[in-house]
């Protein structure tokens, strides 16, 4: 099947509107024809296997310190989708991938499904265990993966419940951080890097129907901290910013739905028009939602901050990805309705008042910076370029430099785009943008359909070629999120 050594697992056929073999994306189905759902087509398509790929071809060369795992998940139905209309981007079985890299070497790719009642009847296998929020047992968390404290974990947000995984990436159980998560989790935790916590901000329809909840993880895997914030509409909150001082609370644009719950969305949430939308800044140690500071800001929605601080004279500062509205006419995902720009929030807690600037106009997205400057002010940003419509999503990497407000660019070259790009310090290094860029690069140019390198870039130069280009076994689809988790974090024993 492949031009190099592989050892995969091929399961009972499954029946999806595009059951694409792992060798490319192919034609589109009669049922696609029919209903085009353009967040089941092309770099989008769901694949249909479980795969093992060991030695994996490079082009330049792996940089030997690299020794861990790049993670990535996203969601891929297993069965055919019942209403390809009604179908949204977000919900789907999750699916891990994985590349292994030790001593300048690829070792290994795979991609597993994230176990659920659904995939475990599907492959004839025992219901895996552990507590799940709400009874959510049919589906397994779909959106981010990554390492903490010692585990490698799915997660999802809406009340999935995480879900700890092997090194090897085979679902382990579910695992409310040991029975000590009340309710629901994020897709989005964020790290403090002086504390080695996590920080959330979590929602749940119907459950918490009229609060969220702020959650912290301890550095020893156990929540510690929790805050219910009362909110109205059952505000989608995918993402959270926090600085030394605050934990921000995104109440904006895009609640629940019930005009998609009429439409059988599955995942009904719309643009609410004429919804006042704030931020709210939570003291990180308070126990009260009464210490809120709440203020307003013009109507938008956000999926992803890039990083947010405190800055010298007291404000709060957070950069992000701004769209002007969301799940308006296109309701089946993010793009249909607005591009995302690079924008500044600057917030004065003292007068509640906010200061609106646009970084840059064209469309970015999925923004990462150095963990090392994570809730400290940062001078870089990096973020994929998204061209909604167009038959690849992602196209060049960005790098923002905010302190000349210089934007230099990596293009992978005609008919290829990067995702997500995943900053990993240097070695021993010092200097900010000292570091790796690692990416998912799909490449339309592939014979048969979508191939997949996974590049790795100098942060310090992105316009430079790419230091290293990792042939995967084949097509992987857009996913959302994924991390670096080196070695050292979750050992390979």
């Known amino acids: 099947m492949f031009t190099f050594g592989v050892h995969y697992q091929k399961f009972t056929a499954v029946n999806m509107p595009n059951p694409a073999a792992f060798s490319g994306v192919t034609a589109m189905t009669d049922q696609l024809t029919a209903v085009i759902n353009p967040y089941l087509l092309d770099d989008r398509a769901p694949v249909s296997e479980e795969v093992t790929a060991l030695d994996l071809p490079v082009v330049g060369q792996i940089p030997e310190e690299l020794a861990g795992r790049w993670l990535r998940n996203g969601p891929n139905p297993a069965n055919e989708v019942a209403d390809v209309a009604k179908h949204h981007w977000f919900s789907g079985d999750g699916m891990v991938h994985g590349v292994r890299l030790r001593g300048g070497k690829a070792e290994w790719y795979r991609n597993r499904w994230v176990r659920s009642d659904v995939i475990t009847d599907k492959l004839g296998e025992p219901a895996i265990g552990g507590p799940a929020y709400g009874g959510r047992t049919s589906s397994g968390p779909n959106t981010n993966v990554g390492g903490f404290a010692g585990k490698t974990w799915a997660m999802v947000e809406g009340g999935g419940t995480p879900c700890e995984l092997t090194y090897e990436l085979d679902t382990v159980a579910r695992n409310a951080f040991e029975d000590t998560l009340p309710a629901a989790f994020s897709a989005h935790p964020k790290y403090d890097p002086a504390t080695g916590e996590l920080h959330a901000m979590t929602y749940c329809w119907p459950d918490l129907v009229d609060h969220i909840q702020y959650v912290v993880v301890g550095s020893d895997g156990l929540v510690n901290h929790t805050v219910d914030i009362p909110v109205a509409d059952m505000p989608m909150i995918h993402d959270i910013s926090i600085t030394e001082r605050f934990a921000v609370v995104f109440d904006l644009g895009v609640t629940i739905s019930f005009d998609a719950m009429a439409k059988g969305i599955n995942v ?71 591009r995302p720009t690079l924008d500044r929030w600057t917030i004065n807690p003292d007068t509640a008042t906010v200061n609106e600037e646009r970084v840059d106009d064209r469309a970015h997205e999925f923004p990462r910076h150095d963990p090392r400057v994570g809730l400290k002010q940062h001078r870089y940003g990096y973020t994929s370029e998204v061209r909604p419509g167009e038959k690849l999503l992602h196209g060049a990497t960005f790098k923002t430099d905010y302190q000349t407000g210089e934007i230099t660019t990596h293009d992978y070259g005609p008919g290829r785009g990067g995702a997500e790009p995943v900053f990993v310090p240097k070695a021993d290094s010092r200097a900010e943008d000292d570091g790796w860029l690692i990416t998912l690069v799909h490449d339309l140019n592939e014979s048969g359909g979508y191939g997949a390198e996974l590049c790795i870039l100098d942060a310090n130069d992105i316009t430079a070629p790419e230091v290293a280009r990792i042939t995967l076994p084949g097509h992987v689809p857009v996913g959302f999120h994924g991390n670096w988790v080196p070695d050292t974090s979750v050992s390979p024993s």
């Open 268 to 338: 009904p949430f719309g643009w609410n028009e004429g919804r006042q939308t704030r931020l709210g800044l939570l003291p990180r140690w308070s126990d009260s939602s009464e210490d809120v500071i709440w203020c307003d800001v013009d109507p938008c929605a956000i999926f992803h901050p890039l990083n947010a601080y405190d800055d010298a004279d007291g404000n709060v500062v957070i950069d992000f990805c701004r769209y002007e509205r969301m799940f308006d006419h296109d309701q089946l995902g993010p793009f249909g309705d607005a």
